[in-house]
């Protein structure tokens, strides 16, 4: 009896002296927003359908409404009323700008690749894509063998511009690239006759084009030649902050919320792929 007396003052005692350890200040990006009660959020403002600008110049599409849903979570989880910072970032700059603490999240269209987890980590899958090229309806651009010395406008630095090259290569197929530094860039030298082709995920190029002056002039290839599985970038190292976007992105693939806002955004194109559905699934992780 007494050997069991004992044992049980022991558990006692791990669990009152457990207790300040698991209400302990707060940690990382977490401690941060909760401090400044300010949530930054990186995003691209030339990503249609992901993050774009709205009528009213702030930022809406696919990955915003997200990132909001995370906000909204995180608000709850801190217990605090938040103050959301959206904050531009380009192509090149996103991944030092998540990495040295500029912004908090980056929500728009970036691939989780391994090679990008050696500087920031990443959240669950967010959207599942692939590289395609944007071209003019008249311009007669069908199969890979058309691309042959023609203009192709990428965003250097890209998984797209790798991509491409390595699909080029096997293809035995030669042609110019031309630089551009974002997406709006890139439909710009396509419509002014600077490129041929602009090369991106394809999701990001209908929405250039459904979101363009007049749509009926440009026309997706039937080419998809990389796959890119997007999610939004959150510092290394953060375990405690990773797994609060995770459990909030987790909860709305889980319980049904995401297809109001994939149909808000997608609707037009038809309905989730398979692989789009998969990935809801996937990544609708259980409590």
Not at 127 to 134: A, E, I, K, P, Q
Not at 269 to 285: C, D, T, V, W
Request: glycine letters at 8%; a neutral charge; one cysteine or more.
């Amino acid at each position: 009896m007494t050997n069991v007396k004992l044992v049980f003052s022991a558990l006692l005692a791990t669990v009152f002296l457990a207790g300040p350890v698991l209400g302990q200040d707060l940690d990382g990006t977490l401690k941060k927003i909760k401090t400044s009660g300010t949530f930054v959020l990186g995003y691209l403002q030339s990503a249609p359908p992901f993050s774009f600008p709205g009528p009213d110049k702030r930022p809406v599409g696919y990955s915003i409404d997200l990132c909001t849903h995370v906000a909204s979570a995180v608000q709850k989880q801190l217990g605090v009323n938040l103050k959301l910072n959206w904050v531009p970032v380009t192509p090149e700059s996103r991944i030092d700008m998540v990495a040295q603490g500029k912004v908090d999240i980056e929500c728009s269209t970036t691939t989780a690749s391994l090679s990008r987890q050696e500087s920031v980590d990443f959240s669950l899958m967010t959207f599942v894509d692939g590289g395609s090229l944007l071209t003019k309806s008249d311009a007669g651009l069908r199969t890979v063998a058309d691309l042959a010395s023609k203009r192709i406008a990428v965003i250097p630095g890209t998984t797209t511009e790798k991509a491409l090259t390595e699909f080029l290569k096997q293809e035995f197929t030669l042609v110019e690239m031309v630089r551009v530094k974002d997406h709006v860039e890139g439909l710009a030298a396509l419509d002014k006759g600077l490129a041929e082709a602009f090369a991106s995920d394809r999701g990001i190029l209908i929405g250039l084009a459904v979101t363009s002056k007049d749509p009926a002039r440009f026309a997706l290839m039937n080419i998809l030649f990389s796959y890119e599985p997007y999610g939004f970038m959150v510092r290394r190292n953060d375990g405690a902050f990773r797994l609060a976007v995770n459990r909030a992105l987790a909860g709305l693939y889980r319980s049904g919320t995401i297809g109001p806002i994939y149909e808000r955004w997608f609707g037009a194109f038809g309905k989730p792929s398979e692989a789009i559905q998969a990935m809801y699934l996937l990544n609708g992780l259980p409590e």
